[in-house]
Every structure is written in C-alpha cells, then in structure tokens.
C-alpha cells in the first residue's frame, strides 16, 4: 500500500530541483518555471496530507486549489515582468539585470 | 480510486520516475522549448498524483489551470523574448553551481529524515473518494467562502497588472500618422489594409483612387 512517506520524499525532490533550478538558472523564464516546480512540490504536500491525515474534511484539497490560482496569477504577472525588463534591456540573462546594485 | 495496490504502486513509481526526470530536464537542459515542454510533463504526472491520492477535481484543475494555462503562457513568453543568445560565461560559475548542488541535497537530506522518522498521525478514516467534489463546494462556500471571493478579485487584479506592465509604453509613430489620415478617398472596406501598411508603400495605390 502506498504510505504517505513515498509522497512527502517525492515532493521534497521535487522541491529541492527546483531550488537548484531557481538559483543557479540564468534565463529569466526558467527562473519562473523553477517556482512553478516549487508551488507544485508543494501542493502535492498539501495533497498527500489532506489525504492520509484528514481523509473526510479535505481541507488540504481547499488550499490546493488556492495555491493553484495564486501560482496562475503569480506566472501572469512575472512573465509580464519578465517582457518588460526584455524591452528594457534587450536580454533574459538573470546576471544582467543588477539596476538597484549600488 | 478504486485500483488493486499492485496498480497503485507500479503508477506511482511511473509517475515519479516521469516527474523526477522531467524536473531535472526542466533544470539542466539548455534549450528552454524543451524545458517548458517537460515542464508539462511535470504538470501531468502530479496531476496523475492527485488521481492516487483520490482527489479527482484537483487532478483536473491541476490539468486546466497548469498544463492549459500556465504553460501555454510560459511558451508565449519564450517565443515572445525568443532571442537565442549565449550567456557570457561567469567566473567561477562551478563554485555556484556546486555550492547550490550541495545545499539541495542537504536540503532533502534533512526533509528525507524528517520525513522518515516522524510519525504520521494517520487518519484510518475513509477517504472521501468520489464525495470529494461535494466536500469542496461545500468548503468553498461555507467556511472558505471570504477566500474564495478574494481570489477571484487577486486574479483580477494580476490580470490587470500583467496587461499594464506588459503593454508597451508607447505607440509606434507611423501607425498613428496612418491613422490621423482621413481615408475619405478609399473604398469603405480598404481602410483595414492601411493601418497594416507600412510606411514605406505608396498610401493610395491609383486603381482604386478615385
């Protein structure tokens, strides 16, 4: 039978690939699609809790689907973001973008 | 779900074995279509996760919302900074590298104990199951009913936003001026081929002038 443990290490994986990803990716789109890896680690936390902790009050399915429309709201407004700083300076390379170094 | 543990393993290891590899490729490939391509890879096999963990409403919004919208979005914004250029290689970028590498394995070192040596205070209820969609309606508009309707008023506002900040700033002169004209001497269907016009063409080809 599948216990909760397979989840939870297979979502701390997929998390800690996505940190790696977030920091050490240099094309800005990449960046967002590491955080997209981040909040999806983390909703299969929630997931795999509100199954095997709270089976019949799925409150855990509630915060899934909210951390689900943050993250949508959260790609629009950063792949905006990420088109205007193009049109700004001409590049996606993460190591480009120091404006408010000193 | 009603599947034989047999089937339940053997997907589980399919779909972490797709997602684990998949999320890796998203990381270290260096061409990014790919990479947003097994991001959508990553998307469906979590969703294939949530159809194991009996939350079938989930695994379709998780379907809809990631694979549908947010990763349809991400392949815009690549084809839209599509500019294949190579990054200038840094000094020292290894040590960076090898640091991170370091500190997420650590990192899942430490969740992995965590994870192992805690224990769990399972629920030995039935799972919801094929009630689970009822069970979040109900949430939703009983006691998550004030979160439910800031969502929607935080996605209107990131909607808002994004349409502002990804906009461009100014409109290109040439447009305007072709639009400032009054097309009094066209037939009334051309006007829609001026606006597309480029400066460079004569405005007013002389068939249709008169």
Not at chain 2, 4 to 13: C, D, K, L, N, R
Not at chain 2, 93 to 98: D, E, M, P, V
Not at chain 2, 113 to 120: D, E, R
């Amino acid at each position: 039978m599948l216990q909760v443990q397979y989840f939870l290490l297979l979502a701390a994986a997929l998390f800690c690939i996505g940190i790696f990803g977030l920091i050490t990716s240099r094309n800005a789109v990449r960046v967002l699609m590491s955080i997209e890896l981040l909040l999806n680690a983390v909703n299969l936390n929630l997931m795999a809790f509100s199954n095997y902790v709270d089976p019949q009050n799925i409150k855990g399915q509630v915060f899934t689907v909210f951390v689900i429309t943050v993250a949508a709201a959260e790609a629009a407004v950063g792949l905006a973001i990420v088109l205007a700083i193009y049109r700004n300076r001409d590049t996606v390379d993460m190591e480009q973008f120091n404006l408010l170094k000193w | 779900m009603n599947l034989a543990e047999g089937v339940q393993v053997v997907s589980f290891g399919l779909l972490a074995l797709m997602m684990i590899g998949a999320a890796l490729g998203v990381v270290l490939l260096s061409n990014i279509v790919y990479s947003a391509f097994l991001l959508a890879a990553v998307f469906i096999s979590i969703s294939g996760m949530y159809l194991l963990l009996n939350a079938d409403f989930v695994a379709a919004a998780q379907l809809l919302v990631y694979v549908g919208a947010v990763n349809v979005l991400i392949l815009f914004a690549i084809m839209l900074v599509n500019k294949r250029e190579d990054f200038v290689p840094m000094t020292n970028a290894w040590i960076r590298q090898g640091a991170t590498a370091l500190v997420c394995v650590g990192l899942f070192a430490l969740l992995g104990t965590m994870v192992v040596s805690t224990p769990w205070a399972i629920s030995a209820a039935v799972p919801a199951g094929d009630e689970s969609i009822i069970k979040l309606g109900e949430h939703f508009f009983s006691d998550f009913l004030l979160p439910f309707e800031l969502a929607s008023v935080l996605l209107l506002m990131a909607m808002v936003g994004a349409i502002i900040l990804a906009r461009r700033e100014y409109m290109p002169e040439d447009v305007s001026t072709e639009l400032a004209q009054p097309p009094v001497l066209t037939l009334p269907e051309r006007p829609r081929d001026l606006v597309a016009t480029p400066v460079d063409r004569p405005q007013f080809p002389s068939g249709n002038s008169k």
